[in-house]
């Protein structure tokens, strides 16, 4: 990859420096409290900013936090994370109030050497997502007028042509940061010469938020094991009745050919979690995949599927796992998404959690983390990657 590091920044010398760090701050927020509800974001940072802080820099460090509308919403903003990351950092860190105006740049102004501000949520700027060039490059100015080199270590972002992933590197010197580095590394891993068995585990909710990486992989790996709600498009394929389950009736006729294309590849649930209704308490219990009543919806795969992609992933040697198997939030249907995370820790291979909704289940399963190869930031990133697009990010850091 030719793209110039953190350590060809510090080598530079950064004391005194301003940098710019682009971060992945879109944690989770419980909607009553407004607390973190998981910190995973904040933490795959602190190896940039604790080196850059090491080595006397005024760090200056940006965010996106969920989907406001291009102006302020109080629900969305990163105060919560400013006192988070202070606490990890083991130092206060200054809060803009704004991003870009008169907070944005005396906070920057009265940064001392080796310490942190934050800008208040990017995505507070219409600039930041405008796909008017000319918009977006007005912020991007804004926003480079506040470093003298820029770190780019959002990978959950790089897939994004935003103004601070695509247009401020234009801008500065630019360099990847330490967790976009060893991302792009890792999932190089995957798409150059895997070793195999290379096994890989789809789920979530749609084939077609998926379609593109399943055509990617099907050429290359040796088993694609498919549960969650995106199961029953595929079981809808084979003929089977899948009641209220979550279908995708646009989609069948694609699972078929898929299959067809592959025969013996893709391994699909044998059995199935189903319940009355979409909720913790309702009633539920497991039946064949070909056994689905009219009325019950799936909501996790079955015992004896997780057994069987169990024995899958044990002989494999590389693993990619993107989705979770079932409704893992509702304790009665995480039973799934437990066991084949858990094969996945116990399997002698290289284990690539792909992000998102997965790398949420490992922790609020209270998996090891560490028991796994690499758990990557980015869920959509890491499947474009996979699919070989171009990510605006990387492109940017590239050039």
Known sequence: MSIRNLDDLLAEGVSGRRVLVRADLNVPLDKQTGEITDDGRIRAVLPTLSALVRAGAKVVV????????????????????????????????????????????????????????????????????????????????????????????????????????????????????????????????????????????????????????????????????????????????????????????????????????????????????????????????????DGIPSHRLGLDIGPETVAGFAAALSQAKTIFWNGPMGVFEMAAFANGTRGVAEAITKADAFSVVGGGDSAAAVRALGLDESSFGHISTGGGASLEYLEGKTLPGIAALEN
């Open 62 to 289: 940006c965010s996106h936090l969920g989907r406001p509308k291009g102006a302020p919403d109080p629900q969305f903003s990163l105060r919560p994370v400013a006192g988070r990351l202070g606490e990890l950092l083991g130092a206060p860190v200054a809060f803009a109030e704004d991003t870009v105006g008169d907070s944005a740049r005396s906070t920057v102004e009265g940064l001392a050497d080796g310490q942190v501000a934050l800008l208040e949520n990017l995505r507070f700027n219409k600039g930041e997502t405008s796909k008017d060039d000319t918009e977006r490059g007005a912020f991007a100015d804004q926003l480079a007028a506040f470093g003298d080199a820029y770190v780019d270590d959002a990978f959950g972002a790089v897939h994004r042509k935003h103004a601070s992933v695509h247009d401020v590197p234009a801008r500065l010197p630019h360099f990847a940061g330490r967790l976009v580095l060893r991302e792009v590394e890792v999932l190089s891993r995957l798409t150059g010469s895997p070793e195999r068995p290379y096994v890989v585990v789809l789920g979530g909710s749609k084939v077609s938020d998926k379609l593109a990486v399943i055509e990617a992989l099907l050429p290359t790996v040796d088993r694609l094991l498919i549960g969650g709600g995106m199961c029953f498009t595929f079981l809808k394929a084979q003929g089977h009745e899948v009641g209220t389950s979550l279908l995708e009736k646009d989609m069948v006729e694609t699972c078929g050919n898929l299959m067809e294309r592959a025969p013996g590849k893709i391994m699909l649930p044998v059995d199935v979690v189903v319940a009355d209704a979409f909720a913790p308490d309702a009633a539920h219990d497991t039946v064949p995949a």
